[in-house]
């Protein structure tokens, strides 16, 4: 093989392999299913049905199954777009993480201003399902939730703040609340419980998974409690939070939205996770400490909800 022909087969090799690659980068719908976090959308779901179905219970109101799907549609898509938004605004420092450097964003495989897009289309998308699909009440719900999540927390506080994961939860509290507005119409008493139940359960359960991946934090940039002050300040936070979860779960057996089934659960389940969290005081293992906080937590969520919908007393 001469000198020109090994030139052209070098060149024709290195076009075909950058056609591949080009190939490969192509966004598929995978791509814009992974980018609205679908685990974190799943056990909100559960959320949403449960402060519906609390709402229903008490209320008195006859079941609509179309009420119910537009406050399950309208908060997944604004929670959906929450997520998004938070890709691509965060997508500079995923790249430093080994959690979310294989994100779609970090490598190239979208632009993003696709990104961008998708996520303003997907919340707008949200907020007109649930002004017109239950009532104004729910939509201003989600906009005071996406707000928080976009331009408060995610483009504000977790740069600057360690009160990022507390103003944060805010927003992750949003879904059941959804859910039972989208019955009531109101923000009453039920409506609140629910609403601090998601609240007092957010920090610890962000902060064991910060303790867990505290380098990969401090090395991204973000000042996150554990990189700030330490896991030992992070444990006793995250103990005033689970005190503080497992009264206000009783609420909605005080105020007769429950039953004695849900009554010993959220006791067993609040009780169980403040004495794991005190555990982390006696360890020398924060890892595995954190890890099981963290595992503790995910079940924690679902377990409390799927009770709550059984033992709901309906007037």
């Known amino acids: 093989m001469d000198k020109q022909s090994r030139i052209d087969s070098a060149t024709a090799a290195a076009a075909d392999t950058e056609e591949e690659q080009s190939a490969a980068r192509i966004p598929t ?5 992974e980018l609205t976090k679908p685990g974190i959308l799943f056990s909100n779901t559960i959320t ?9 219970g008490s209320s008195g109101e006859s079941f609509r199954l179309s009420l119910l799907l537009y406050a399950v549609l309208g ?11 938070n890709n691509y605004w965060d997508r500079d420092l995923d790249q430093k993480m080994t959690r979310t450097r294989k994100r779609a964003l970090p490598t190239g495989i979208i632009s993003p ?21 239950t009532n104004p009440l729910t939509a ?14 995610t483009m504000w506080l977790k740069r600057t703040s360690t009160l990022s994961t507390t103003i944060g939860a805010i927003s992750g509290s949003m879904p059941p609340v959804i859910g039972y507005c989208a019955i009531t119409g109101v923000m009453d ?4 419980i629910l609403f ?29 409690l554990p990189v700030v002050h330490g896991n030992e300040l992070t444990k006793m936070h995250m103990l005033r939070f689970l005190v503080m979860l497992v009264p206000v779960s009783l609420l909605l057996y005080a105020y007769g939205y429950v039953g004695e089934i849900y009554l010993v659960a959220a006791i067993v389940l609040g009780l169980a996770w ?42």
């Open 75 to 85: 908060a997944l898509l604004v929670m959906a777009s929450g997520c998004v938004l």
């Open 189 to 192: 008493m039920g409506a609140w």
């Open 274 to 315: 403040t004495f794991i969290g005190l555990a982390g005081f006696k360890t020398n293992e924060d890892d595995n400490w954190a890890k099981k906080m963290f595992v503790f937590s995910i079940n924690y969520l679902p377990i409390l909800f799927i009770v709550m919908i059984i033992d709901t007393i309906h007037a």
């Open 48 to 56: 949403v049905f449960g402060g519906y179905w609390v709402a229903l």
């Open 113 to 133: 201003n696709i990104v961008l897009g998708y996520g303003i289309f997907l919340g707008a998308a949200g907020l007109v399902v649930l002004y017109f699909g």
């Open 196 to 224: 601090g139940i998601l609240f007092f359960w957010q920090p610890p359960h962000f902060w064991a998974l910060g303790i867990r991946r505290k380098e990969e934090y401090r090395a991204a940039g973000f000042p996150l």
């Open 140 to 153: 201003l719900l989600g906009a005071v939730g996406l707000i928080v999540y976009v331009f408060i927390y």
């Open 29 to 33: 719908w995978k791509i814009f299913v």
